[in-house]
């Protein structure tokens, strides 16, 4: 079982869901027919009496989460307004601040930096403080931590829990596995004319929002067998990240995704890596990219909203050649296309509009 599983409330005898280890199976005893088979049965037993109520677990908090979900955007749009007001208290100003630090700058993306942006999502951190790859001393360095340092400050600073989700925002598309990735473009701030306390409040039900919407990431890139719904055939390793930019308009956030498929074919020996993300910024719009990595070629295959967009890009297509050519991959299909399905739309059934 993953280890990012602590995003659910740890069941009795669930403990193993914090740390990533399962237990042994307790031997059970037989009534008299004994051997290999009624291990085996016993076993199963044990098996299916630890994953019923962990699966219950995970449906409730994807349930409860999708209620309240929303985006990076907004939060940061108004996470600046809210610095500019006169009284904030200095652990709120430090805890919003460490936020805005994890941001990537827009214009300078590159390799390194996305690993790092990937690596400090949080959507990973139970997962590498198990496996002892993050020192404890810098586990608070990521989206996730400082979302929840924010909430204390604001929390404490209001003298609230919680608030209720704002319903006059309508969320991005919720992650779940198998969707396209999502953007979510810059927007402009909503507390700018409200006073401090005001301005706090819907800082914090935002704060609550992006937190809700990163269980369903970390959730999202749960294996298929550990999903609350899964096609008992799907194999595929996935993982899900939104990754916050600064762009000149705001903050824009790009989803990534990254997948491991096995090999197709049986004379294939190596996976099939594949890379999907979705940008939506000015001057291009929304534009959405799928990199695949299939045996020693790397295809590209972009989709943008704006048909201006899709052939400024397909123009520069000798550019992009040139540079996986300079990174040592051997380019395979490059093009640009254009179509209105850059807007996403969740399986009827997946989700319920939190409104109703």
């Avoid at 994807?62 to 208290?89: H, M």
């Avoid at 996730?144 to 609230?160: D, E, P, T, V």
């Avoid at 306390?197 to 369903?216: F, G, N």
Wanted: charged share 15%; proline share 10%.
């Amino acid at each position: 079982m993953g280890p990012w599983m602590s995003v659910v409330p740890v069941q009795p005898g669930l403990s193993y869901a914090a740390t990533g280890t399962r237990p042994e199976p307790m031997p059970v005893a037989g009534n008299g027919g004994g051997g290999a088979a009624g291990a085996a049965t016993a076993a199963a037993a044990v098996e299916a009496a630890i994953v019923d109520p962990l699966m219950a677990a995970l449906t409730e908090a994807l349930a409860t989460a999708a209620t309240r979900q929303n985006g990076l955007a907004p939060l940061f749009a108004d996470l600046q307004a809210l610095l500019t007001k006169p009284g904030v208290p200095q652990t709120v100003r430090d805890a919003a601040q460490a936020l805005m630090n994890l941001r990537l700058p827009g214009d300078g993306l590159s390799g390194p930096a996305l690993q790092q942006a990937v690596l400090k999502s949080g959507v990973l951190l139970e997962a590498m403080l198990a496996s002892g790859r993050l020192p404890a001393a810098t586990a608070g360095d990521n989206i996730k931590s400082a979302l929840q340092a924010l909430r204390s400050a604001l929390q404490s600073f209001l003298g609230i829990d919680s608030t209720p989700p704002d319903l006059h925002a309508p969320p991005p598309l919720p992650p779940f596995r198998g969707s396209l990735p999502v953007a979510q473009p810059p927007i402009p701030a909503s507390i700018v004319d409200t006073g401090l306390r005001e301005a706090a409040t819907k800082v914090l039900s935002q704060t609550d929002a992006a937190i809700a919407r990163h269980v369903m990431l970390q959730i999202a890139s749960l294996p298929a067998s550990q999903q609350p719904s899964h096609p008992p055939d799907d194999h595929t390793q996935r993982f899900v990240f939104d990754i916050p930019l600064v762009t000149p308009q705001g903050t824009a956030v790009m989803q990534l995704q990254i997948e491991r498929d096995a090999p197709q074919k049986r004379d294939q020996q190596a996976p099939i890596w594949t890379v999907r993300f979705a940008i939506d910024i000015e001057p291009l719009g929304a534009v959405r990219a799928r990199v695949s990595q299939i045996g020693d070629k790397t295809s590209v295959t972009m989709v943008a909203e704006r048909p201006a967009s899709a052939a400024a890009l397909q123009a520069n297509m000798a550019t992009l050649q040139n540079g996986l050519t300079r990174a040592a991959l051997e380019p395979g299909d490059l093009h640009c296309l254009t179509h209105d399905q850059t807007k996403v739309v969740a399986p009827q059934g997946q989700f319920v509009n939190r409104a109703s």
